[in-house]
Every structure is written in C-alpha cells, then in structure tokens.
C-alpha cells in the first residue's frame, strides 16, 4: 500500500491490488468546500484543510476507472459530497476490489 499527497488538497492511496483511491476535500471538489475558492492555488499548501465530506474517485494501475464498479450508484468517474463513514465503505471496497 502507498500513500500519496497531492498539492495539499488531497491523497491518493494504492493497495497491494493496484487500485487507487483519490479523496479530495480542497476548494472547487464536490465536498464541503467546494465554494471555497480561497483554497484554490499556491497559498493553499499554507493552509489547514478540513472537510465533512470528500469527492472519491477510483481506478485500476492503467487509468481504468472503477468507481461505479465499487458503487453503482455512481453516476460518473467520481462520487461527492460522501462522508467518513462512506469513505470507509468505499476505501473497503476498493482494498478487497479484484484483479
């Protein structure tokens, strides 16, 4: 497993089943600060960055997304507005997600 930061608005964790999980809570994603512009570029790395909800994303090594393959009810490549406890089950699933 490997985790990654991303320009201090969000990370990406790698599991051993080479699936990686993108959460970003930074200003503009589909998260509590998504109106929050004042987060947006390099001041931003300067910042504490806090959020109720994250923008969840998911792939395989290759670039094939996956998100609705973890949760079918995702309408896109990414899931928003989600919460710790739907972090939790997504980043469950993408552990345990198959070759």
Known sequence: MRI???????????FDN???VSVL????SYSDNH????LLGHEQAQKKVSSGTAEL??????GEWITSKLRPDAS????GWQT???LLDFLN????FDK
Do not use: C, P, Y
């Open 57 to 62: 994303g998911a792939w395989k090594q290759g």
């Open 93 to 96: 699933k993408a552990s345990a």
């Open 76 to 79: 896109g490549d990414v899931l």
């Open 18 to 20: 080479e699936v990686t």
């Open 25 to 28: 809570i930074g200003g503009g």
């Open 4 to 14: 990654d930061i991303i320009g201090n608005r969000n990370f990406h964790i790698t």
């Open 84 to 86: 710790t406890e739907q």
């Open 35 to 38: 109106d929050n512009m004042d």
